[in-house]
């Protein structure tokens, strides 16, 4: 079984900084990372994700995520945020199991300021 | 391209009821999921199908939770009798074979079930 953990409930940031979220995953074989969006009272929005190959990947409007196999981490990452970014952030795994859906994190809330 | 639909967006329940709720998903995607997000628990996964054939039921939830694909293009999720713990948002989401880590969400349905 695969488990997810997003060890901040809550960042604040202001307009133009930058941001790291955290995501970190236990599972011994195989795994899938995806990162999520989702704007209040929306549905999540797929933003990126990773199987293999080049450790940073990136995603839509200006997101990267860097797989660390070693830290079993895969951190979100933005230079710049905007007003826009304000929203619930979802770490999910899937293993190589094509039975077996995703296992979300609890999220963590952006909250960007002016 | 449409993106997942699900109605209704909001259903309030007596306890006792039996309700359902309704997706379509994304046109071409052969595998379907639903969920139930909270608060406290986050989003947990109720049913994934692919090609319409049941490979995860969310064990815990079977007893009240029902959910079908009548065709590849309409899936209903039936819940039976509500109680009020089952009040959260259900969130039905699509993707292409084989590509479970990039869901496409619908906007989910708010259920309040008094």
């Known amino acids: 079984t695969q488990t997810v953990s997003q060890s901040d409930a809550h960042v604040t940031v202001f307009e133009g900084d930058s941001v790291e979220l955290r995501c970190n995953y236990s599972?011994?074989?195989?795994?899938?990372l995806s990162w999520y969006i989702q704007h209040h009272g929306h549905g999540l929005q797929f933003l990126l994700k990773?199987?293999?190959?080049?450790?940073v990947v990136q995603g839509v409007n200006g997101f990267e995520a860097e797989f660390s196999k070693s830290d079993s981490s895969f951190h979100l990452r933005k230079a710049s945020v905007h007003w826009s970014d304000s929203a619930v952030y979802f770490c999910?795994?899937?293993?190589?199991?094509?039975?077996?859906?995703?296992?979300f994190g609890l999220g963590t809330r952006v909250s960007v300021f002016p | 391209d449409a993106g997942v639909t699900q109605t209704p967006r909001h259903e309030v329940a007596e306890k006792g009821q039996t309700i359902i709720l309704k997706c379509e998903p994304v046109?071409?995607?052969?595998?379907l999921f639903w969920y139930r997000q909270t608060k406290i628990q986050g989003l947990e996964l109720l049913s994934y199908?692919?090609?319409?054939?049941?490979?995860?039921d969310g064990g815990a939830f079977k007893d009240r939770f029902k959910a079908e694909m009548l065709n590849s293009s309409f899936s209903t999720l039936k819940i039976q009798p509500t109680e009020p713990k089952d009040s959260a948002v259900y969130l039905c989401?699509?993707?292409?074979?084989?590509?479970?880590?990039?869901?496409?969400f619908g906007p989910g349905t708010r259920l309040t079930v008094l």
């Open positions: 199908f692919r090609s319409k054939s049941l490979m995860e």
């Open positions: 599972y011994g074989g195989s795994i899938y």
């Open positions: 990773y199987y293999s190959g080049n450790p």
């Open positions: 989401a699509s993707s292409l074979k084989g590509r479970r880590s990039e869901q496409y």
């Open positions: 999910a795994v899937s293993c190589n199991n094509y039975a077996q859906g995703l296992t």
């Open positions: 046109s071409g995607h052969n595998d």
